[in-house]
């Protein structure tokens, strides 16, 4: 089980439901069909939840029933702003840590633009990325060159990212996996490096 499987899972552990029979929302931009979809679990109609809850359809305590279902369904910019809407940072620790695990986990499976969106939400990018180091595979090199390249050509730069990407062990992770690597990882890699000093130079 991967570390996203088991945040999910954590999810529906600390949020188990019961889920509302319905949901109530603005008749106005509601339908009977959404309230029908949302009960279903239709993917469509999670989608639309997510952008509407707790204005215009249902409440906070809604939104906590249908968190686990959200958090696989929704985009992580809808997710993040209801959660902030819903002030997830008061809800009890044990919730509170159920969610902060399920972004971590989202954020280090996900593509690396999340890391943005989740740095501005509060989590510390830096530790969105920790595990990579750890991860001798070409798809972890190879998104940490993915960061270097986007961190190097962005107008700002987090302090964090950049302190972690100029961490010695960060060169030595991409040259270590350099010379395992299939050619073409390896070129990615060599370009990393390269462009890691570029942005040691320029920082």
């Excluded at 991967?2 to 603005?26: I, M, Q």
């Excluded at 961190?151 to 987090?158: G, Y």
Aim: aromatic share 6%; hydrophobic share 45%.
């Amino acid at each position: 089980m991967s570390e996203l499987d088991r945040a999910t899972a954590r999810l529906l552990e600390v949020f188990p439901g019961p889920l509302p029979a319905e949901v109530d929302g603005c008749p106005c931009c509601v339908s009977a069909e959404d309230r029908a979809g949302l009960a279903a679990g239709s993917p469509a109609a999670l989608d639309r939840f997510a952008h509407k809850a707790m204005t215009t359809w249902g409440g906070v305590d809604d939104f906590r029933a249908y968190l686990p279902e959200l958090a696989v369904a929704a985009d992580l910019d809808s997710l993040l702003a209801k959660l902030s809407y819903a002030r997830w940072t008061r809800w009890a620790a044990v919730e509170r840590d159920a969610v902060r695990d399920f972004l971590l986990a989202r954020g280090r499976s996900g593509p690396v633009s999340d890391l943005d969106d989740l740095a501005r939400f509060g989590l510390e990018a830096a530790s969105l990325l920790d595990h990579l180091r750890a991860d001798p595979t070409d798809q972890a090199l190879r998104r940490i060159a993915e960061v270097v390249t986007r961190v190097l050509s962005a107008r700002q730069r987090d302090p964090g990212v950049v302190a972690w990407l100029l961490d010695p062990r960060t060169a030595a992770a991409l040259e270590d996996g350099f010379f395992r690597a299939d050619a073409e990882t390896a070129a990615v890699l060599s370009a990393a490096v390269d462009e890691l000093e570029l942005l040691r130079s320029t920082t």
